[in-house]
């Protein structure tokens, strides 16, 4: 509880000494937010029977196909259909997975082939590595028949994790493969190792300096041999978090690292034989200046790459919890300051003094760590192998240096709360202002992708989207950029992207308030499209102001808005539900064409409702309402009602009204099983009640508080009919028998539910649309009485008791909490045992 408290006192802290933009910048706000349902005629899907995991994703053959490296399988798709290709079955032994469960490691996550590493090894094949129920091995896929190659498996000891949880990195450049992870069965082993090659093996020495528990989650290979003046070498670079050594403090501390070899390194003669003589690596550094607060847990890394070496760009996901409180960031690196620091001061550990400090003595020279450029060439250098002990000795004890690598803007790109990023892609684009930006895409713990725009000033997160349901990591990202497409892998599948969905943006306000490089309106088509298209000149877009002056200079497009129609007896609560597209817009209100003034004591706006609230709806409520979401001085509407308020009784509301309270399915049941006898009970009921209500006296109206939400046009889906209803589903779900003849929408007053009824059966668990909630009413408290959800149609009607009614605060609550337990919980998919 302390942890907590603390932990949310510190991010208050920050947030209290940020001014109101950088406030902003440390929390954005997605405009818009995707839902998963909304998805599905943008996603394609892929998954198959039996096989989870979906880990490792590679493009081959221009983006034509996607490879997918999955539990004890691997795939090829279609790109443009999501269609299976070719599949390979690549399953551990049966007494591998015995000596794994032997061996103490888990049969239903551990012993199973995890593929970790694919990538194209040439033109005809591809190299794959899995975990092999904790005995890692690699093997050569034939792309011409999708088959693993007849050559016995390869040792994938160095290359693959043992541990299908552990970090990994690798990449193959010029038919060698440089690799990062843990070497042996326990763990307790890293290595970062080059081999396949026409060299020997190469691997890091086995000391904490080097690398003290590192979690690797990155590489990249930077040609910085392309237009060098010293005849420099190309590097590899590595990232990873680990356990520091140079703090002197009691509590471990996991600080964030990038470290570099060269290309050309074949090792020392007699020191580091075998061994990387090439190997430094930096802190790298991405905190809160002000604040001096550090996200120390890299998770991921991409590499982006520019015109030249020297543009290319590293960002990174970094991590941070503070209490009880997780932060995720994301910062930006240029591979010249990665260069710059490498050519720095070291550091070193002072054995008189036990600590770690800067190196202050002269440096051996030829450089330590440095690769071979001409100027050793002229002096007889032409390897590693050719280098002096003293350098080499050198390079053994001091591979790490001593200043970090700083972010650009010298801050996160941006922040997020109650966030856990855990990877990204990068894309550069081209927008119609001549100018490149860089996007990011960025998947989270829970499923979803953020998609950020970074301009000059500041970063705009364009939108949420829920890729996955039930809630997972997004465990593998790819990006086409050619076809525009993203891929995106999870345990359960693999979904496919469009970079942009320009369609969904409806007007050209919207298109221009979007700020997506990807899309722009068409004065043309009068629609939102992609940007790259032909008519260049006839598009519109602003991705740095999102000025919507700019539609303007077309003539106006009038949006159509059939309001609904809602019928009222007085003194009826009604709630307008106004749906906002975007997330940073505000709802504006007309009542017959004037601005409504929401600080009468009877209408009230909710927020998080996004619904305007009528209390008491009377003669001076009857007209013309409508939204408005405004945004950065753009007015779109949302929404449009038309109330009548009628005094006194129901008026021509229908007499099976009082069924409504029960719940749509219960009306099929009861019309379906009761029939006649059913109708002739509740006759004799309401005769019995009316005799009853006279001997009392005339009663206070209960008041009933109205959500409208259009009613179907057609029969329900048979998913939600029972079984017995079959002849008299269109009948029972006849329009007429919801609305008036002028179209209005009927609307059961509150003293039409004190009529009795049989008691409603249980609903399940799901909440199926149209079946009661199972709290039941009780006085002056609100209860839903049916409920139809916004996807299937329908209306809500909220029934306050005949007490009292309670204060407006009270039933917004009750409302949330009512919506709320109709979400359905995600089902549980425990894995299957291997053994």
């Known amino acids: 509880m302390d942890a907590s408290l603390s932990g949310f006192a510190l991010l208050a802290s920050v947030f209290l000494s940020l001014g109101a933009a950088d406030a902003a910048w440390a929390n954005l706000v997605p405009r818009k937010t995707i839902p998963y349902n909304e998805l599905k005629d943008v996603a394609k899907r892929f998954s198959k029977a039996g096989v989870s995991h979906y880990l490792t994703l590679t493009l081959g053959e221009a983006e034509r196909v996607l490879y997918v490296g999955a539990r004890e399988a691997v795939f090829a798709l279609a790109t443009g259909t999501m269609e299976l290709k070719a599949a390979i079955s690549w399953e551990a032994p049966p007494e591998k997975k015995v000596e794994c469960v032997q061996k103490g490691k888990n049969n239903q996550t551990d012993c199973f082939n995890y593929v970790r590493f694919l990538q194209t090894y040439n033109s005809s094949h591809l190299y794959a590595c899995g975990t092999f129920a904790f005995q890692p091995k690699c093997a050569y896929i034939e792309l011409s028949s999708f088959s693993l190659s007849r ?13 299908p949880a552990k970090g990994h990195t690798g990449l193959i450049v010029d038919g060698e493969l440089y690799s990062a992870t843990l070497n042996n069965f326990l763990g307790t082993e890293p290595v970062i190792l080059r081999n396949l090659g026409p060299h020997y093996s190469m691997k890091t020495e086995y000391l904490a300096s080097w690398l003290n528990e590192p979690h690797f989650v990155g590489s990249a290979y930077v040609q910085e041999s392309v237009g060098s003046g010293d005849g420099d070498d190309d590097k590899v670079y590595f990232f990873f978090s680990e356990r520091a050594v140079e703090y002197d403090c009691y509590a471990e501390q996991v600080v964030a690292r990038v470290a570099r070899v060269c290309k050309g390194d074949v090792g020392g003669a007699r020191t580091l034989q075998k061994k990387w003589t090439t190997f430094l690596k930096a802190r790298l550094a991405c905190f809160l200046p002000e604040q001096q607060l550090y996200f120390n847990q890299l998770q991921a890394v991409y590499t982006l790459a520019g015109a030249g070496w020297r543009d290319t760009a590293f960002f990174g996901l970094f991590q941070a919890r503070w209490g009880d409180v997780c932060v995720s960031a994301v910062c930006q690196y240029q591979v010249e300051d990665v260069r710059k620091v490498f050519e720095g001061p070291y550091k070193e550990y002072r054995e008189e003094a036990q600590k770690w400090g800067r190196y202050t003595d002269p440096v051996p020279s030829p450089r330590p760590g440095a690769c071979i450029t001409d100027w050793h060439r002229h002096r ?16 053994k004890t001091h591979p790490l240096m001593d200043e970090p690598v700083l972010p650009q803007r010298a801050r996160p790109l941006l922040l997020k709360k109650d966030a856990n990023f855990t990877r990204l892609v990068v894309d550069r684009v081209r927008a119609l202002d001549g100018v490149a930006y860089d996007v990011l895409f960025i998947g989270t713990g829970d499923g979803w992708l953020h998609k950020a725009l970074i301009l000059p000033s500041r970063v705009h997160l364009v939108e949420e989207l829920q890729v996955f349901e039930p809630p997972q990591p997004i465990e593998s990202l790819v990006l086409a950029r050619q076809k525009k497409l993203l891929f995106a892998g999870s345990r359960s599948q693999v979904a496919r992207l469009p970079l942009a969905d320009c369609a969904k943006y409806r007007s050209c306000a919207d298109c221009v308030l979007a700020r997506d490089p990807y899309c722009a309106w068409s004065r043309n088509a009068s629609r939102c499209l992609r940007a790259d298209g032909p008519d260049g000149s006839l598009l519109l877009q602003d991705v740095v102001n999102a000025d919507t002056a700019l539609c303007n200079l077309q003539p106006a497009m009038p949006v159509k808005i059939t309001p609904k129609n809602i019928t009222v007896a007085a003194g009826t609560d009604l709630v307008l539900p106004c749906r906002l597209t975007s997330n940073l817009a505000r709802a504006r209100w007309t009542f017959n064409g004037r601005d409504l003034a929401l600080e009468q004591a009877s209408v009230l706006y909710d927020a998080r409702l ?50 409504d309270n029960l719940g749509l399915v219960w009306m099929v049941v009861v019309a379906l099983g009761a029939g006649c006898l059913a109708l002739l009970l509740v006759v004799l009921s309401l005769r019995r009640r009316l005799r009853e209500e006279l001997e009392k006296g005339s009663p206070a109206v209960e008041s009933t508080l109205v959500y409208p939400i259009e009613l179907p046009k057609e029969p329900p889906s048979p998913a939600f009919v029972p079984s017995a209803a079959s002849d008299s589903d269109e009948k029972l779900w006849d329009p007429a028998s919801y609305y008036y003849s002028d179209g209005s929408l009927k609307i059961v007053p509150g003293h039409a539910a004190c009529q009795p009824g049989p008691p409603a059966p249980s609903p399940p668990a799901n909440g199926i649309p149209g079946q009661p909630l199972q709290s039941p009413p009780s006085p002056g408290r609100l209860h839903l009485a049916g409920v139809r959800g916004s996807s299937s149609n329908g209306y809500i009607r909220l029934q306050l008791g005949a007490d009292e009614r309670p204060g407006y605060g009270d039933l917004a609550e009750e409302l949330r909490r009512k919506l709320q337990q109709r979400q359905a919980l995600p089902d549980s998919n425990p894995e299957e045992s291997s053994v």
């Open 151 to 163: 050559l016995a498996f390869e040792d994938g000891k160095g290359k693959c994790p043992y541990d």
């Open 380 to 395: 007889g250098m032409a390897s590693s192998l050719e280098l002096p002990d003293n350098t080499l000795n050198f390079a």
């Open 610 to 659: 996004q619904a305007l609230v009528i209390l008491g709806a009377g003669p001076q409520h009857d007209g013309a309402y409508r939204c408005f979401a405004e945004e950065q001085g753009a007015r779109l509407a949302a929404e449009g009602y038309s109330v009548a308020v009628v005094a006194g009784a129901a008026g021509p509301l229908e007499v099976r009204a009082p069924l």
